[in-house]
DNA sequence: TGAAAACGTTGCGATAGGTCAATGTTTTCG
DNA sequence: CGAAAACATTGACCTATCGCAACGTTTTCA
């Protein structure tokens, strides 16, 4: 159960059993159906995810109805609405998992306390910021100036199985162009 | 000298006079000119930077010569060419100063030295990178579905006088649009 | 299991925004 | 200070992508 998480952590700071064990206990795992809600917008966001199978969607809905995909944690990631996490304020996206998963939750304080008192822990969340930002920051600035085709491009080169994992729909909105076009735009690769 | 860099790290976290005084330590001051190149694409990115006065613009540089803004940091910011600070890879990005400006640089193993061993100091990294990656998200994602209107009113809501420091061709590939269009846009306020 | 809903694909017409070019203004720097 | 370069603005034209709709296929769930 807490294999995958604990090769997470080993892999990317040093870190005594001890330790190890004590960040276990602050993880329960979830079991979630296809298209299960995490949190709702507006809802403040309480927990940090880890997926040990599945994939986590995080989203936003504009007036009219029209979806924004954020970011997608898939196997071995982690994932949460980190606005409303970090400033416990209402959230403006939802989170979702999109196929039958099985996570790990972690509360907020015992989060924060973990990130304090344990310097890998603090590290290891350290990195994910980092490399969130990192990520979101080549991926909205990579995209300027992007056709379709370039994008579909992309995501085959950044993230392979990203298309066959993921909706159409989804997919399109997470690039930023209609489902229409995605469409087409595969069948001219 | 470093009052403006004081009160930043004073207003965020608690911090003892002398772990204060090892920060300023660290940190040098620089004189730049206007248009004054921090670090080239290709270069390893060595400090990070504290802006004093004046304003730093990390940007790319797309073959055909287009430039695409990503990140601009005003007085009282931080900004470098974080993936490249972080992995000591070649940056992919410029960082140049569009103004005469003031500076406060630290070198990275001190700033690895300081988030380590000052609490407060590690502390406010963190949050720097909170803010950044939910600024850089909302940017991105807000963005997505825009059309120019709502980009530009979306800038002088949350940046109001970004507008006015800012060439309009800077601004205009911070928005993702290009300069005609911004041009027309204003005019349509 | 079977009806209903959601999805993927494709065609068609409309349009926001891009490129290019011309003009006038501001900035640069020897 | 003045010539040259860079920039802002505006017009004309063009194209990628969108929205809508039609159709067949897959998924959902009572």
Redesign the interface.
Known sequence: MYGLLGNYIKSRAGIAEADLERIYTCFSPVRTKRNELLIASGEVCQHYYFVNKGCIRIY?I?EGG?E?S??FAFEGGFGTA??SF?AQAPASEYMQTIERSELLKINRSDFLHL?ETIPAF?FI??QI??Q???M??????GF??FDALEKVKWVIRHQPDFLLRVSNKMAA?YL?ISPSTLSRTKSRL
Chains 1, 2 share one sequence.
């Open positions: 936003t504009h029209k924004t954020r970011f980190l606005p970090i990130v603090g969340y350290r910021l980092e969130g930002f990192i979101a920051q080549s991926r909205i600035y300027q100036g909105s930023g």
